[in-house]
């Protein structure tokens, strides 16, 4: 059974009197060549436990099961779970868990199966992420340090490009930085609406982040880092020197000794600044901070 085609997606809606949700952000892929696109690009093997966000109907959970040595999919919507169960029921090494992957503790899924499975060492992600909450997905996951090695994942076009953005654009922006903080980031494919069962208003691209395991630049205090960052972008129209006096209770002319250390004009804007430029600001302000005390 083709589990992507478009006739059996229709069956199994009609079987199990399934009805797609807009509102979890339900477009089910239909295209072989995109769904192999992003399983070999998340490179699994045999020793990976794979974590997969929204497994739908489940046309990248049996792929991927195919070549991982297990898969924990987590699925919120209750009504797909027994379709699940059925489209995968070849597979004893898959488990569909019913869950909010935003509300679920990842790194207790793997410290788990790892447990139990030692020979898995590597873990990948991936995904067709609900669009409604690529960010905070993608965020969660780096932010609580989850314990994977990449994340390959299809998203809208626009979070795409403004993933990997370099400075300097409009799409630069929180996001980019936050992101390429974290991870080494890989174009994978660009993918047209049409492929998807209902069509989304937009296109859509698959990026593959890879978890460093050594940050890209050396700060001295992480939330003062993301401090700068949401200033600077806050207010992203504004001169650097306006954008981040008043961070962290820092006035005027300390904003400007600040900018002075690091090297940065005052009128530049935040959407110029390199990730070292930002980390330099957060080494600075910790500095200014530690000598207030
Ligand atoms: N992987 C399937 C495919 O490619 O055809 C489905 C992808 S669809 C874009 C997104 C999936 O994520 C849906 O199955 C939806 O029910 C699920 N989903 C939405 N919000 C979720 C959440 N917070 N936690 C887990 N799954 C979620």
Same mark, same amino acid.
């Given at each position: ?28 892929? +239909? ?12 490179? &699994? ?11 739908? =109907?489940? %046309?990248? +959970? ?34 569909? %868990? ?10 207790? =899924? ?8 030692? !020979?898995?060492? $590597? ?9 409604? &909450? ?6 969660? &996951? @780096? ?8 994340? +390959? ?23 980019? %930085? ?9 174009? %994978? ?21 890879? &978890? ?33 006096? $008043? ?29 070292? !430029? ?10 200014? @901070?530690?000598?207030?005390?």
């Amino acid at each position: 059974m083709k589990l992507y085609a478009k006739s059996t997606i229709r069956e199994i809606k009609d079987k199990h009197n399934f009805k797609l949700s807009k509102s979890l952000g339900q477009n089910f892929l +239909t295209d072989k060549n995109i769904i192999d696109k992003i399983i070999e690009a998340a490179d &699994i093997t045999e020793t990976d436990l794979v974590i997969e966000i929204g497994p739908g =109907i489940g %046309v990248l +959970t049996a792929e991927a099961a195919q070549r991982a040595g297990r898969v924990v999919a987590l699925e919120i919507d209750q009504n797909l779970i027994p379709i699940l169960k059925e489209t995968l029921a070849l597979y004893g090494n898959v488990q569909v %868990v019913n869950a909010d992957v935003l509300k679920t503790d990842l790194n207790e =899924i793997i410290k788990g199966v790892q447990a139990e499975n030692a !020979e898995l060492t $590597g873990v990948k992600i991936i995904g067709n992420l609900p669009y409604y &909450i690529t960010t905070p997905i993608i965020m969660k &996951i @780096l932010e609580e340090g989850t314990a994977a090695d990449s994340i +390959t994942v299809m998203m809208q076009k626009e979070v795409a490009d403004r993933i990997k953005s370099p400075p300097g654009g409009k799409t630069y922006g929180a996001i980019s %930085v936050a992101v390429q903080y974290y991870c080494t980031v890989t174009d %994978v494919a660009k993918v047209p609406r049409q492929v998807f069962i209902p069509e989304p208003k937009v296109d859509s691209a698959v990026l593959r982040l890879d &978890i460093r395991t050594e940050k890209s630049v050396e700060i001295e205090d992480e939330r003062l880092f993301f401090a700068c960052v949401k200033a600077g972008f806050g207010q992203r129209r504004k001169t650097l020197l306006n954008s981040l006096t $008043g961070v962290c209770g820092i006035d005027k002319e300390e904003t400007r000794g600040l900018l002075e250390v690091a090297n940065i004009d005052p009128i530049r804007r935040a959407e110029t600044l390199s990730i070292e !430029e930002f980390a330099a600001l957060a080494n600075g302000l910790f500095r200014i @901070l530690r000598e207030k005390q």
